[in-house]
């Protein structure tokens, strides 16, 4: 499959241009960005072609992977799949629900195929804990907590982009905690509660569609030694928290492109495709809709 890369940050430099170049069902042909000379460097570093015009990528390739701020990433989606590209999307797909929905129309309307890169989703061994605790059902309350230090400490992190300055924890982390909530608890009835923190922590509790209610703490300005990521459960079956992978990012993308090669010749759409990546934008948009003025 050949693919182009859009975007020419920390994101597509440490993890989608090295993945995307080394699969072995994928050829990368280009890579588009902002800056053209990041896109040329990019490009050179990984034996691509860098294109000053998004539409001349789109037209020699057959799926494009996306590393750019969610809304910037949803009209480059819609333009992308009514060229005929298969899609593999960041998390969130957008930051508006109208945004995630044009994506989602777009896809259908070509007929391409659609993976979100939920990171959790991709780990084998946490994707396989979410499958099985799907399964098991019976599940009476959860709580997870995302805890990035992108902006704590000395906030000279790669990630301190301006749009995560912007949208906060739960446009960023907040897709991480979804991704694995919905298949195990079920859809999100209502955002019951929604309240800010220290630092622009956010505090959610959501009602489920199967009655199970959960809640999560969401932030990315929690010092170094508190940061990390843990969802706990408890029903029927017990208590039971979701594992830490031993596996990487790219480890993730690189099963996400696998799922993509897979999507786009069977036909079937992947439970991470971008109606699910809708279905977490409007959530999110509904907690956002809810929370007070900043604490701070």
Do not use: N
Not at 36 to 64: N, W
Not at 129 to 146: E, N, S
Not at 203 to 209: E, K, R, S
Not at 252 to 258: E, I, P, Q, V
């Amino acid at each position: 499959m050949r693919i182009g890369l859009l975007g020419t940050g920390p994101w597509a430099h440490m993890v989608y241009a090295p993945v995307l170049s080394a699969h072995d069902g994928l050829d990368l042909v280009g890579v588009w960005g902002r800056r053209p000379q990041a896109a040329k460097e990019l490009a050179e570093a990984h034996g691509a072609q860098a294109y000053d015009d998004v539409d001349a990528l789109l037209a020699d390739v057959d799926a494009v992977a996306v590393a750019l701020p969610p809304d910037v990433q949803a009209d480059l989606a819609v333009r992308a799949a009514r060229a005929g590209c298969h899609l593999l999307l960041d998390k969130p797909v957008a930051t508006k629900p109208a945004g995630a929905r044009a994506v989602v129309q777009a896809v259908a309307e070509a007929r391409v195929a659609s993976v979100v890169f939920f990171t959790t989703r991709f780990l084998s061994d946490t994707g396989a804990w979410i499958d099985r605790q799907a399964d098991a059902g019976g599940w009476f309350t959860a709580h997870a907590q995302w805890l990035g230090s992108v902006f704590a400490d000395s906030g000279d992190s790669p990630f301190a982009t301006p749009w995560r300055a912007e949208k906060g924890a739960l446009w960023d982390v907040g897709p991480h905690a979804l991704s694995v909530l919905l298949p195990i608890l079920g859809d999100v009835r209502r955002v019951s509660a929604a309240a800010r923190g220290r630092g622009g922590t956010v505090h959610l509790v959501l009602d489920h569609a199967g009655g199970a209610s959960s809640t999560l703490t969401l932030s990315l300005t929690a010092p170094s030694a508190a940061s990390g990521a843990d969802l706990e459960i408890r029903g029927e079956a017990g208590t039971f928290r979701l594992p830490e992978s031993s596996e990487d990012a790219a480890t993730a993308l690189g099963r996400a492109a696998d799922a993509l090669i897979a999507t786009a010749r069977s036909g079937r759409p992947h439970p991470c495709d971008a109606a699910f990546g809708l279905r977490v934008t409007e959530i999110l948009a509904d907690a956002e809709a809810l929370l007070p003025a900043d604490a701070d």
